[in-house]
């Protein structure tokens, strides 16, 4: 039998065409989100926690199941101990210390993809901050632990003498073959500014290779967040402004870092000296000053703390505008005066 269809027939069949194939969309979306709420319910929240660089790290977040939880943390903490073995300035054999070894020979000299970037991080925040950050002050800062570790207080020529070897526009930068220059015999560097958020930004990636999406790393008070917890508007994060203030923020896919008096400082008649110094005088910071930035990435967060606690709270204010989408709290004591600066929450 010879069927044919009417125009009308037509239309009737296209239109039922139609809503077996929305039937079809609308069952197939509810499956998605059957299978992604179940997803989401069925994920764990997990804490691993290791000492690493010198400091305790914490790693939370929330994956499927235990395997991929234990090989994803397994591996990030691995891809930090690499990192380590590259960046230190404690180990004699660290990359980092081979290219400082070899300041002055004139030599242009190849170093590994993550030497190379955090260095090319660390000179544009220089260059930003005034020097406030620098990355070559490695003999200065030596000189201070050596002084630390002995109780006596450096001279003035030894001082001198180690400034002479700093200056960040003494390191010079190949971006095209990768290759680092240290223009003067003597000279160090120390990523210690900058190395444990950039370590932190870098675990965050081996986590997300593996599927992960509600991370949360704390390399050492350098946090890297990245979308909230499932069910949440983000992670909660407790923002000190060192004494009693304290504030709470649900914040995700950002990364803060603190910088302050931790037990390291050296103290001598009865002054303290932060482990953080001032690039112009060669001296830890005299003053109490705690400084938390906020900023999209972790590495320039975690060098901007530095480097505002150097500059304080008037110069800081104008550097902050080369860092769109950075906040800021600075808080200064400087014979008992208290100075507070705080963009947190403010739009820039
Ligand atoms: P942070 O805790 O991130 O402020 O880093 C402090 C460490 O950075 C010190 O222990 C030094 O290794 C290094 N450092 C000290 N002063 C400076 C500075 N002005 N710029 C860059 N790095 C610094
Ligand atoms: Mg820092």
């Not at 037509?10 to 992604?36: E, T, Y």
């Not at 800081?316 to 929450?345: C, H, I």
Request: cysteine-free.
């Amino acid at each position: 039998m010879n069927s044919t269809f009417s125009n009308h027939d037509k239309a009737n069949f296209g239109l039922a065409q139609k809503s077996s194939q929305r039937l079809a969309k609308v069952a197939i979306l509810l499956l998605i989100s059957v299978f992604f709420n179940r997803s989401q319910a069925q994920e764990n929240r997990y804490v691993f926690e290791k000492g690493m660089m010198g400091s305790p790290f914490k790693l939370v977040f929330y994956a499927p199941n235990d395997s991929i939880a234990n090989v994803a943390a397994q591996n990030a903490f691995a891809r930090i101990e690499k990192l380590n073995e590259i960046l230190s300035d404690y180990r004699d054999g660290s990359e980092i210390n081979q290219v400082s070894a070899k300041s002055g020979s004139g030599e242009w000299i190849s170093v590994s993809d993550d030497l190379y970037n955090i260095l090319a991080i660390s000179q544009d925040i220089s260059k930003k901050t005034n020097g406030a950050f620098d990355a070559t002050l490695g003999p200065v800062v030596q000189m201070w632990r050596h002084a630390t570790r002995k109780g006596i207080f450096p001279t003035e020529i030894e001082i001198k003498e180690a400034m002479q070897k700093t200056g960040y526009s003494k390191l010079k930068l190949d971006p095209q073959g990768k290759k680092v220059f240290l223009t003067q015999k003597g000279m160090r560097l120390d990523i210690g500014g900058l190395g444990k958020g950039f370590a932190a930004e870098e675990a965050v990636k081996v986590l997300k290779n593996y599927g992960i999406k509600s991370i949360m790393m704390d390399a050492g008070g350098k946090i890297v967040l990245t979308s909230p917890p499932p069910g949440t508007k983000g992670w909660n994060i407790t923002i000190s402004n060192g004494s009693d203030s304290l504030k709470t923020m649900a914040l995700s896919n950002v990364a803060l870092a603190t910088s302050g008096p931790t037990y390291r400082y050296m103290e001598y008649n009865g002054i303290r000296y932060s482990h953080i110094v001032d690039p112009a005088t060669g001296i830890g910071l005299l003053f109490h000053v705690r400084t938390t930035v906020i900023s999209p990435d972790g590495t320039v967060a975690d060098a901007l703390a530095t480097a505002f606690s150097v500059a304080g709270i008037e110069k800081s204010k104008k550097m902050l505008r080369q860092f769109p989408g950075s906040q800021v709290w600075l808080v200064e004591k400087k014979d008992d005066q208290v100075a507070d600066w705080n963009t947190l929450e403010k739009p820039q």
